[in-house]
């Protein structure tokens, strides 16, 4: 890049900008809009008041203007990710202009030295870009079209997160991250400024088209006061807007089942005689984008469409039997941007995504065991945004937005009511995973739900410079977030889900001659659960939400951030004799960065922050029966008793009442309740590989507190319940409030960040993320179970710390993950340019521990019963500390190969060939950890077994790389995409 003088000659300066092609760079305030600011000086250092600076980009809509204050320093605010060209001119001196390369929600500080108009003289000066280095919020930026779709991988956020240091993918169910060892359910993930999350799972919502992103960023430590409703980290996204020329792209995927390898697990089954090889059958994804102006800096349009139609081979857990799932889905996105005067534009966007999938896993592919759990369901799901930003005054700046999503499920689960038709689960006695799914599917299809959010949001920025306190970018906000759910989460179409193992031989479930997997039903045992849906429930949970933030550049060595965010949270229901609730939490976001030699090439850093998570409605609903239905448990006293034709083990007259939750009659909530707070600190150093690259350390240090738990004591009494005319009987009362002790959640963690350009041809990147600590008794979440509490607190009379919440490593604990990814352009003048990508992934092995469900309660922790309505009768017993064994660790290269050519002006047709995991490696990254407590054993204090055995099939990979926890990672597989960009 260069810096130009306007005088007798041309003065021309060279520099590389260090972070091209979409690497690494660090964030500002601010969620889809950048910041680019500075000071104003002459040769002699003195400052330069009303200087004309204007700016100009193709990613805006005509200039913008503003003039230097007292002492020189000027800000242009809500500027969208691009290429910049800054103008100064004062009478006098020389014009000078200086390029910028502005990220995603960057803050860039671009300062100016004019000299008088006589002088001439070369002057070599750097390129200003967005850096790793220059600010405190930890964050990664990628560009999509020279990152993302340049190297072989997913393309959906989560998949491009997984790229990013500081988090792992390992939580407990598909698409979600685990940022800073918080809980998996608890990040943001924003798509042009505004919320896309399942209101349950912490997952993004598909309401975007893979050709439309255009920039990612993934915020993982020392984040802004502007950001909120989270514990873990921020993902954000923004799709292109159009612009004053013509732009557009075709694209076709190519996959084929037959063009990826059969994993171990398909392999072992195919083998058995119970699976079958990959069908041949081609899936085609279709996509399109448009852009272009309506009237030019003035209004834009932008346009795209995704239409897929693809089939996966998956196989079932355990089992191994192969079957072909299928999608069928339309995307559809419109967005125009408009300038409504000077310094003034509005954007209106809206996102529909409609998918029907075939032969999907009703629970998830980990679970189901049976080809008749699969389903046939649709997921409408769409996504509105307006929003307004504009400058007030030469100091002050406005935004304001609204948005609307919506998603939901339809068709996700059975249609029969006859009781042989209802779905069975696994209890884990007889060497399968507990919950493993057979004979019919899970959920109801009578009971459709919803998850949607809306949103309003304001903010107004103020810029106040002096000469002895430095600048001070103040931005002062509100949120106002609702997030709605709909639905009594019916668990079966008949109400009912019975809980017992299938007969066993070998290792596998028999089935009878019908094809059916055989129940055994064994007396004190088997268990049936009547799950009692309220259809149509609603809560709506809103969190209101005050922020103020200060980027304050003091000098040249020393910028701070300093913020604070309060969040009032409060809920309503529409069933009645249900209590609202509200709490209030408070959270600083404090940071500093030292520039130690005043010149940018070593860099000191420090943030002080705290993170209230979001309301959980899978928490904060619990007293309702919104996705919570009223539930009674029996338990088997009839004859033993196998097969499907077993008459007395559907009769439910062979069954005693065991225990119960009633939301509305027996579970309360504290009205106070709080969300839980995370409180994070970081020391950070960075230093600059000379011109072309940069290298950061982060140590990150994080402790969790005010959980969220369930507590059933004596002291809070019991409660008679009937319901729908039926007296269940008494039940022990349940209260859920914050708590602190016993329950512990620790992380330390180091991440290491490079990025490196070679020459204008090879880029390299990568990052390491060390766990050093990442430990606790309580997770917070499951498979299928986002927010879900622990035995702790429960009856606390009948457990121990160290047998039923053992201290350890949790589940998210990852000892170290390596990502290096590099792209070389091989220039071929006019036969077009190839770009060969690399990704290595090293993750280290997850770790699991030694526990048995539905161990029977004791005759000695039977006579500590001070006197419960309902006393437990099975429990999960833990073996040793939390996490103590590890799995396998994995190693895995990707390559990719993506050629174009220019046939006339813009248009460039391309070929992109990706090899995923090309040396097909399949290590064990998980496997089938069930054990039983061995009764020969030992026993403790509670005249439990201290010993155990393992199942028969403990050490196998039982579920397929589609599972929610995968025991062997994705095989080797080719893929293709053919099309067009103009």
């Known amino acids: 890049m260069f810096l130009k003088t306007r005088n007798a000659c041309r003065v021309g300066v060279i520099a590389l900008v260090t972070v091209a092609l979409g690497s690494l760079s660090a964030f500002a305030q601010g969620t889809q809009s950048g910041v680019i600011t500075g000071s104003v000086s002459s040769t002699d250092g003195a400052s330069l008041p009303g200087v004309s600076v204007n700016l100009s980009s193709s990613a805006l809509q005509g200039r913008q203007s503003t003039t230097t204050d007292a002492v020189g320093a000027y800000i242009f605010r809500g500027l969208p990710p691009g290429e910049y060209k800054i103008n100064f001119t004062l009478s006098g001196f020389g014009t000078v202009e200086l390029p910028v390369l502005l990220g995603l929600a960057a803050t860039v500080d671009v300062p100016a030295t004019m000299s008088v108009a006589t002088v001439e003289e070369t002057i070599e000066v750097l390129g200003r870009s967005s850096s790793i280095l220059t600010e405190t919020q930890v964050a990664t930026n990628y560009k999509y079209e020279e990152v993302v779709d340049k190297l072989a991988m997913n393309r959906n956020l989560a998949a491009i997160a997984n ?17 800073g060892g918080a809980f998996a359910y608890d990040n943001v993930f924003l798509l042009n400024g505004v919320d896309i999350n399942d209101n349950l799972f912490g997952t993004a919502n598909n309401v975007y088209i893979e050709d439309a992103l255009q920039e990612i960023s993934i915020l993982t430590s020392g984040i802004s006061a502007e950001y909120g409703r989270f514990s873990g980290g921020v993902v954000n996204a923004i ?17 084929n089942p037959s063009w990826q390898d059969e994993s171990r697990v398909e392999k072992d089954a195919i083998a058995a005689g119970r699976g079958q090889p990959h069908i041949d059958e081609n899936s085609f994804i279709y996509t399109a984008t448009l852009g272009g102006p309506i009237v030019k800096d003035r209004l834009w349009f932008f346009g795209a469409a995704r239409r897929a139609d693809t089939s996966e081979a998956r196989s079932l857990s355990i089992v191994g039997t192969g079957y072909t799932y299928q999608e069928e889905n339309r995307r559809y996105e419109g967005k125009l941007t408009g300038r409504l005067g000077e310094n003034q534009r509005f954007q209106a966007n809206y996102i529909r995504n409609s998918t029907t999938q075939a032969n999907n896993a009703s629970i998830n592919t980990t679970l189901s065991i049976d080809d008749r759990t699969l389903v046939n369901r649709q997921l409408p799901n769409d996504l509105f945004v307006a929003r307004y930003d504009g400058v007030l005054t030469s100091s002050l700046f406005a935004e304001a937005q609204y948005s609307k999503k919506t998603f939901g499920f339809r068709n996700t689960g059975g249609t029969s009511m006859d009781v042989f038709d209802s779905p069975f689960r696994a209890l884990g006695l007889a060497g399968l995973p507990a919950n493993s799914h057979f004979n019919a599917p899970y959920f109801s299809s009578f009971d459709p739900e919803n998850r949607n959010n809306k949103q309003y949001a ?14 001070h970018d103040l931005k002062f906000g509100g949120e106002y977030f609702t997030s709605y759910r709909t639905g009594g989460n019916s668990q079966s179409a008949t109400g009912l889900v019975f809980f017992a193992d299938p007969v066993m031989s070998g ?23 009547n799950f009692r849906s309220l259809q149509g429930a609603q809560i709506d949970i809103t969190t209101l939400s005050i922020f103020l933030n200060d980027r304050w550049q003091l000098n040249d060595r020393w910028t701070f951030n300093v913020g604070a965010r309060m969040e009032r949270h409060s809920t309503e229901a529409t069933q009645a004799g249900i209590t609202s609730l509200s709490s209030t939490a408070f959270v600083p976001r404090l940071g500093a960065t030292f520039d130690v030699m005043g010149d940018g090439n070593w860099i000191l850093q420090a943030t ?38 077993f008459a007395p083990g559907f009769d439910l007259a062979n069954y005693n009442i065991i225990g119960g939750s009633f939301p509305v009659a027996n579970i309360f909530i504290d009205d106070g309740l709080g969300t839980p707070t995370t409180r994070e600190w970081t020391l950070q150093a960075g230093r600059r590989l000379g011109q072309r690259g940069e290298a950061k350390v982060i140590y990150n240090n994080r402790t969790t507190s005010s959980f969220l738990e369930d507590f059933i004591t004596l002291d809070q009494g019991r409660t008679t319940v009937t319901d729908g005319g039926i007296n269940f009987g008494t039940f022990d009362n349940s209260f859920i409030r914050n708590t602190d002790s016993p329950h512990r959640r620790e992380y330390q963690g180091l991440v290491f960040i490079t990025n490196y350009r070679v020459n204008d041809r090879w880029f390299v990147g990568g990052h390491w993320t060390v766990q050093l600590r990442n430990h606790g008794n309580f997770e917070g979440e499951a498979a299928n179970q986002p927010g879900s509490y622990s035995i702790i607190g429960d009856r606390p009379e009948f457990y121990t710390e160290a047998r039923h919440f053992p201290f350890g490593r949790t589940d998210e604990y990852q000892r170290d993950k390596l990502r290096l990814y590099s792209t070389y352009d091989l220039k071929l003048g006019p036969v077009g340019t190839v770009t060969v990508g690399g990704v290595y992934r090293y993750d280290s092995p997850l770790t699991y521990s030694f526990s048995s469900a539905n161990v029977p309660i004791t005759a000695v922790q039977r006579s500590r019963d001070p006197g419960y309505a309902r006393p437990p009768t099975t429990q999960t017993l833990f073996f040793g500390e939390r996490g103590i064994e590890e799995f396998n660790a994995s190693h895995l290269l990707d390559f990719s190969l993506h050629y174009d050519v220019p046939i006339y002006r813009r248009a460039r047709p391309f070929l992109k060939a990706e090899l995923r995991n090309a040396f097909n490696k399949q290590p064990l990254i998980g496997f089938n950890t069930t054990v039983s407590a061995d009764n020969n054993t030992a026993r403790d204090e509670l005249g439990l077994p201290t010993g155990y055995t393992r199942g028969a099939n403990f050490g196998t990979p039982l579920n397929n790389h589609t599972a929610t926890a995968p025991h062997v990672p994705f095989p080797r597989e080719l893929r293709f995409s053919v099309g067009l960009r103009f």
């Open 163 to 179: 790229l990013a240091p500081g988090l792992t993918t390992n939580g407990p169910n598909l698409g979600q991250i685990s940022v």
């Open 239 to 255: 799709t292109k807007s159009g612009g004053n020329e013509f732009q557009g792209s075709f694209r076709t995927d190519l996959t």
């Open 458 to 471: 304001a903010a107004l920025s103020y810029f106040l410079s002096t000469g002895s306190a430095g600048r």
């Open 507 to 529: 290792g596998q479930p028999v089935r009878d001659s019908g094809g059916f997997i055989m129940p055994n039903f064994q007396p004190g045992v088997s268990r049936i659960v």
């Open 608 to 645: 002080f922050g705290k993170y209230s998570g979001k309301a959980s409605e899978t928490q904060f609903a619990d007293n309702t029966n919104v996705g919570n239905p009223s539930s009674v448990t029996y338990q088997y006293t009839g004859s033993a008793g196998q097969g499907v034709d």
